[in-house]
């Protein structure tokens, strides 16, 4: 293993880490809005919960795909000039 293979293995457990941890988050508001349920009316503080589990849903996102799998991509782009 090369010094820059293990410094993408280093960056991608730090962020397979970051991810983990906004995944409790996501989970919670999940609970959330799922004990909430669909309406025809939510009061502010029940709107405040979809509006939190939208943005963890996105800060997921971004960690998998501007992070986890752009690593992934560069390490096998590297491995395999074909591959892009």
């Known amino acids: ?10 960056i991608l457990n730090d962020n397979w880490r970051k991810l983990e941890k906004a995944m409790q988050g ?14 025809h009316i939510y009061t502010f503080d029940e709107r405040d919960a979809f509006d939190a589990l939208a943005s963890k849903f996105a800060r997921n996102s971004d960690i998998l795909f501007q992070k986890i799998f752009k690593i992934n991509h560069l390490s096998y782009k590297r491995r395999c000039p074909f591959f892009h």
């Open 26 to 39: 996501l989970e919670y508001f999940i609970e959330k809005c799922d004990a909430i349920g669909f309406k």
């Open 1 to 10: 293993m090369t010094q820059n293979d293990e410094k993408l293995l280093r």
